[in-house]
């Protein structure tokens, strides 16, 4: 699988939301160095701040698992989810 085309995918999820500016790719993806126990690492850039749903609504768009879900500290929101099926718009 093609994990840098999957996140342009995921990416595009977050910025059908109004709230969100821009979602910004990191990690090994971003830098084409992923091997098969690779993560996806998206920093969503928020206009206004979100509420859980809103951090939800995407995760639930691509039947993720939430594994962490955190409130707002140190300036930013995070969440760890998995995907166990392929995204509805594949």
């Given at each position: 699988?093609?994990?840098?085309?999957?996140a342009i995918d995921i990416a595009n999820v977050y910025l059908q939301h109004s709230k969100v500016?821009?979602?910004?790719?990191?990690?090994?993806?971003?830098?084409?160095w992923y091997d098969d126990y690779a993560d996806?690492?998206?920093f969503i850039l928020w206009?206004?701040?979100p509420t859980d749903e809103d951090r939800k609504a995407a995760i639930h768009y691509v039947n993720g698992d939430i594994?962490?879900?955190y409130l707002y500290e140190d300036e930013e929101w995070s969440e760890t989810y998995i995907m166990n099926e392929k995204l509805a718009t594949s």
């Open positions: 699988m093609n994990l840098k085309e999957l500016e821009a979602v910004l790719l990191g990690g090994s993806v971003s830098r084409n996806i690492e998206l206009r206004e701040n594994i962490d879900f």
